[in-house]
């Protein structure tokens, strides 16, 4: 994501520290480019001008022209200015109520039905909610149907009227069934059109009045860059909505939506879609996606990645096998795994600081494991508990049955082997991934 953008604006900083000597005419031509490089994202132009107007003031101010580093100054005060221009701080959801009751709003293909079945997931597991999905799309073929298999694959139930079609009247019918079953949370998924239109406002208009929601979400495909923020204004005009999603975020390489739509609509961003699996879903953290767009990283991200996978008991068990040195393949296996659901490993890479910028022309494939799990899936049980008795035939058998070369599986053999004696040095040294993960959740606390 923001890859054009930050491409541009790492050019943009190399005008000034290119300078032997700063002047307050470089500055400016350095902040000329900055905001060629925002209007080329799709950034709103009186936003992009405010901003770099807002960012010369700052920097004529603190005197980054006689600054020991006046490139890394300029750099700290775009990246404090670009946090604030996407809302400076994270802004929670509103849960209130009982049942608490969240609105999705937004165009049709926005991602509001995959995204309420995200919603619904995270407010489970982290919160151990008892959500209730509603399908209010009573127009688009197969909408009510995209919900139950939602609703199913994450054990949450759908509230549905298939043969009716009157939305004010199914969301109300739909909070009653929640307090009569113990759910706590609804979360109604309406219907969308391919334009604004009024037929269409009217209806979410009155689902609102009626139900009188605690949020309203209005969700939108980031993609969709300057057409993104007119239509969240015109949902905004009409709905006073509470917060914005935007989706497909990961796809997003200029960024245009995520900078201009916390100016123009005044409402904050409160998530963001961040790939097509039920986990792809992240609070929307305006100084860490400063880090991301001037290529800084976002560790705490990763960090928050790995613990939505992470299993303490799990954890502790394979710590007492890294000890004993009996680490395996059906072991190493639920770590590849456990890395899959975490996202896509472009971005996951890009997390760590100074790596983005090295791995940018890289082509990173997301199933560059599959040839890793192919081959330890061709082993015998017997075998992924005991990689030691591997060799010769068993090579020979494993690199056939899983379409792979004899090479690639002695490489293989190898690599585990290291990795083995590598993760083995770390646990006797009195580390272990259980502990790692403590530590981790109390950095961030404090």
């Known amino acids: 994501m923001f890859e054009k953008l930050s ?16 002047t307050e005419i470089n500055v400016a031509e350095t902040l000329k480019d900055v905001r060629r490089a925002l209007i080329d994202a799709d950034v709103n132009y009186k936003v992009a001008k405010t901003f ?4 010369k003031n700052k920097a004529l101010g603190q005197n980054v022209i006689n600054a020991i580093k006046p490139g890394e100054l300029m ?16 802004t929670p959801l509103t849960i209130e109520g009982k ?20 919603l619904a997931k995270r407010l489970k597991s982290e919160k151990a909610m008892r959500p209730l999905l509603v399908a209010c799309d009573v127009y688009r073929p197969a909408a009510v149907d995209q919900l139950k298999v939602l609703g199913d694959s994450i054990s949450v139930p759908v509230y549905s009227e298939p043969d009716v079609k009157d939305p004010v009247g199914i969301a109300k019918r739909a909070i009653d069934y929640a307090k009569a079953n113990h759910n706590d949370l609804v979360i109604i998924d309406t219907a969308g059109r391919l334009a604004v239109d009024e037929q269409m406002m009217n209806e979410i208009e ?8 605690g949020e309203v979400l209005f969700v939108v495909d980031a993609m969709t860059g300057q057409d993104a923020v007119n239509t969240a204004k015109a949902f905004n005009d009409r709905l006073d909505f509470g917060g914005v999603v935007l989706t497909k975020l990961d796809g997003d390489t200029r960024g245009g939506a995520a900078l201009s739509i916390r100016s123009v609509v005044d409402k904050p961003i409160k998530f963001v879609g961040t790939g097509e699996s039920l986990d792809g879903i992240d609070i929307f953290y305006p100084e860490r996606m400063a880090d991301r767009i001037l290529g800084m990283g976002d560790i705490v991200s990763l960090v928050e990645r790995a613990q939505q996978q992470f299993d303490e008991k799990e954890a502790e068990e394979l710590a007492k096998k890294l000890r004993k040195n009996q680490f395996t393949f059906d072991d190493f296996l639920k770590q590849i795994n456990q890395v899959k659901k975490m996202g896509n490993l472009k971005d996951l890479a890009a997390m760590i600081p100074g790596v983005g910028k090295a791995i940018k022309d890289v082509d990173i494939d997301n199933d560059a494991f599959k040839g890793i799990e192919a081959m330890i899936m061709s082993m015998t049980p017997y ?63 404090k």
Request: proline fraction near 3%; hydrophobic fraction near 35%; aromatic fraction near 2%.
């Open 99 to 118: 049942p608490a009751v969240i609105l999705m709003s937004g165009l049709q293909g926005s991602g509001k039905t995959t995204f309420s079945g995200k």
């Open 206 to 213: 009155a689902i609102k009045k009626a139900i009188n929601p």
């Open 75 to 90: 750099v700290k005060i775009v990246h404090d200015e670009l946090a604030s221009l996407m809302g400076g701080q994270a």
């Open 52 to 55: 770099t107007d807002e960012v």
């Open 7 to 22: 491409e541009r604006l790492e050019r943009s900083f190399k005008i000034l520290k290119g300078q032997g000597r700063i």
């Open 383 to 445: 075998e992924r508990q005991h990689p030691d008795v591997i060799r010769g035939t068993r090579v020979q058998r494993i690199a056939k049955g899983s379409g792979n070369k004899i090479q690639d599986v002695n490489r293989l053999l190898k690599q585990f082997d290291q990795i083995r004696k590598m993760m083995h040095q770390v646990s006797t040294m009195g580390s272990n991934p259980a502990q790692m993960m403590r530590q981790m959740k109390q950095m961030r606390r």
